[in-house]
């Protein structure tokens, strides 16, 4: 599976961000699609995940403010970002594990300006 993400840019802090992730070929009901981000001079860590029946999960730091969408039928995965903060600049990736294997977009980078 290639991944393409976009939808990243700058925003003032308060302001809100789609990102957009498309994946080449189908998006099965059992995969596990996520985003994840990293920061300079930081690890990569997940910012949300959303598994079959639409079960979510969020990083603390992020809930309440991001909504992780995905839409099998157009093998598209969404991540609604408000309420933003300089804190949440970073690049952001979309990821797909299917069982065992797992696949990286190529990164969005988000700034948000205080």
């Known amino acids: 599976v290639q991944l393409q993400a976009s939808g990243g840019g700058l925003v003032q802090a308060g302001g809100s961000l789609r990102l957009s992730c498309a994946a080449n070929?189908?998006?099965?009901?059992?995969?596990?699609l996520a985003w994840y981000r990293q920061a300079p001079g930081k690890q990569r860590e997940l910012v949300a995940n959303?598994?079959?029946?639409?079960?979510?999960n969020y990083a603390e730091s992020v809930k309440g403010r991001f909504t992780i969408s995905r839409d099998s039928a157009a093998n598209m995965l969404y991540l609604q970002m408000n309420s933003l903060e300089p804190e949440d600049s970073a690049i952001y990736y979309c990821?797909?594990?299917?069982?065992?294997?797992?696949?990286w977009g190529q990164g969005t980078q988000v700034t948000v300006s205080s």
């Open positions: 990821h797909v594990r299917q069982g065992y294997l797992n696949y």
């Open positions: 070929r189908r998006i099965l009901p059992f995969d596990v």
């Open positions: 959303i598994q079959s029946g639409g079960y979510s």
